[in-house]
Nanobody
């Protein structure tokens, strides 16, 4: 059974850091780009970051550039999102998803096939 599982969310004060993990079971991540998304209450889901299958190609939303870093360890079948200098507006449920492609092609919902269940990140002011 193909499954993506996020972990690492929690409650943190503004300015703090968290590292999210996205682990896969039932398939190997190393052939696919992986995206991180988030959805805050009352808002649409937005793409946050993406890493190509090799990890050499990355992309970030303007709102997180310079603060978030995506990385992957294909040997562990895991993708990470290091989040630093967190702000209250980063509060959301964070999801990872695997792309149909090996490269980052954007954040359209049809470009991703498998999704995790999400992990809550809450940043207090």
């Amino acid at each position: 059974q193909v499954q993506l599982v996020e972990s690492g969310g929690g409650l943190v004060q503004a300015g703090g850091s968290l590292r999210l993990s996205c682990g896969a079971s039932g398939f190997s991540l190393d052939n696919y780009a992986i995206g991180w998304f988030r959805q805050a209450p009352g808002k649409e889901r937005e793409g946050v970051s993406c890493a190509s299958s090799s990890g050499l190609g990355t992309d970030y939303a303007d709102s997180v550039k310079g603060r978030f870093t995506i990385s992957r360890d294909n040997a562990k079948n895991t993708v990470y999102l290091q989040m630093n200098s967190l702000k209250p507006e980063d509060t959301a449920v964070y999801y990872c998803a695997s792309s149909w492609y090996y490269y980052c092609s954007g954040y359209g919902p049809n470009e991703y096939n498998y999704w995790g269940q999400g992990t809550q990140v809450t940043v207090s002011s």
